[in-house]
């Protein structure tokens, strides 16, 4: 089967400006699959390309085999969107957008189910202007789902969310996935992106700068790993610079970081604690994360 | 079709929810006429009873400057609604759906019309029972001019907001471009009196052929007669229409 979105070197400039500079990548059917990066590196840009909301100077898009800028109308019908930004009509009611919504489609489900699924029954009746930022994403997700879409599309869906909301929006996103939809979005958050896709592009200055699920580019990436100790033991620096794949020793009063890249390095190191039988006060093990990746990769954090 | 009229439904009923919407379109302009009747009225008659020569002592003069800046005002109001949405993001998030320009105006537009009738209807009655002179007229016949001619104007206010850049700009422009307009179009002075030039710009412009169009109608003048200014109104629809589709801007 061939891939529900297939990007082949997209190319967007706007007067001296580069948006998006020859970005490839493919979505498979059923995977949930993020641009990442910061703020103004292109992702949105690229998404709207995607959508058929914007049309790319050079290279070409296929989503579900249509090409978005020439066929957008028979692709809006089996797409569903969600804008960065979007607002709707101050005193609309949600049950009035859902079922404006509907009406806008040849085919849709039920609204109240869809409302319901999205916790936002008891919200029917209220206005747009009266919801919470998480209330009103959810019904951006319910009206990008009104169509029963086989692709959905959410531009920076969480932003601005608490951490509550934010997770109880990553599971309805997990939802959409778990019914054999295909979901595309752009995140700046890089623990939304290691929690909820399934792969990922590092998206900076328009260009795509490595792709693959979240743990592939961590390991190509920060395959180093830590391992932070507390042992009171007055030989324990020596002891633990001589286990094997520690490559660096770093000593705070009795407080040991240790790291190494090897594939089993935290294992070698409970080993060596153990052969020496050194008591262990606090023991804890730090995994290499996609900030690590990006600062890395671009030099500077993601929120620079 | 069914998306227009959900759509029309829905802006007009988000409308009314507005704490100056209904109140400001439909109750404020009958205050007013009342208030300003109640107190003219011992010498409006002597002025207006000259009849139809056209102007202030025109006996159309009221109803169709009335009509006239309710028209204006709700193409105002129907240039920042549009603008607000796409600064908002409404029309951007729309385009993501099989939605057409064409029927986001259409709504607009439809909405916009039905609050003009219910002003100018409550204006009219207001009118009989206040209003001593020139209460005999044909009230279809003026209410249907009054629709050819909001509809006209309307799809004029539409372009401006399909052209405008943002709110700053599309509110002042629209006022600025439309107010003159109602000024120029013969209501105070007949343009038979202008200069040649003015007269010939001034001429097919659709507040110039809504003034003659309603100040016929109200003199019980047929509708033959204004076939020219019927057609006028209706190029400029299709015209601005047009052009409002072309250059429609969603963000």
Known sequence: MPPVIQVSSIRKQYGRTIAVDDVSFDVEQGEIFG???????????????????????????RVLALDPARQARRLQTRIGVQLQQAQLQKRIKVKEAVAFWASLYPDS?????????????????????????????????????????????????TTGLDPQARRAIWEL??????????????????????????????IEHGRVLDMGTPSEIVQRHCAEQTVILVVEHEDAEAMLRSFPCVESVQRDGSRYTLSGRHADFVTRVIQGLAA????????????????????????HSIRD | MLALLRLTWLEIK???????????SVAMPLIAFIALTRVRAPRIPARFAAGAGGGFFDAAFVPVLASMLIVVSTCVSLVTIVSVYREGGILKRLRATPLQPVTILAAHVLAKLLFTLITVSLLVLAGRRYYPLGAEFP??????????????LLSMGFLIAS?????????????LLLYPMVGLSGLFVPVSTYPERIAFMVNPLPMTRGVSL?????????????????????FTFVLCTVLSTVFFRWE
Do not use: Y
């Open chain 2, 214 to 234: 309603l100040t016929g109608i109200w003199h019980g003048q047929g509708w033959i007669a204004h076939v020219g200014d019927v057609g006028a109104l209706a």
């Open chain 2, 139 to 152: 009230v279809v016949d003026f209410v249907l001019a009054l629709l050819i001619t909001t509809w006209s």
């Open chain 1, 109 to 157: 489900v039920d609204g109240d189910r869809l409302l319901e699924r999205l916790g936002l029954a008891d919200k029917r009746d209220a206005w747009f202007m009266t919801l919470s930022g998480g209330q009103k994403q959810r019904l951006f997700i319910a009206l990008a789902l009104i169509n029963d879409p086989e692709v959905v599309f959410l531009d920076e869906l």
């Open chain 2, 163 to 175: 052209l405008a850049p943002t709110t700053r700009v599309a509110q002042p422009v629209a006022a």
């Open chain 1, 276 to 299: 020496h039988r050194m008591h262990v006060e606090e023991f804890r093990t730090v995994a290499p994360t996609l900030e690590d990746v990006f600062l890395r990769l671009t030099g």
């Open chain 1, 173 to 202: 996103v997990r939802g959409i996935r778990d019914r054999g939809k295909t979901v595309l979005l752009t995140t700046h958050l890089m623990e939304e992106a290691e929690r909820l896709c399934d792969r990922i592009a590092i």
């Open chain 2, 14 to 24: 988000i409308f009314v929810r507005e704490p100056m919407g209904f109140f400001g």
């Open chain 1, 35 to 61: 641009l990442i990066g910061p703020n103004g590196a292109g992702k949105t840009t690229t998404m709207e390309c995607v959508e058929g909301l914007r049309r790319p100077d050079r290279g070409t898009i």
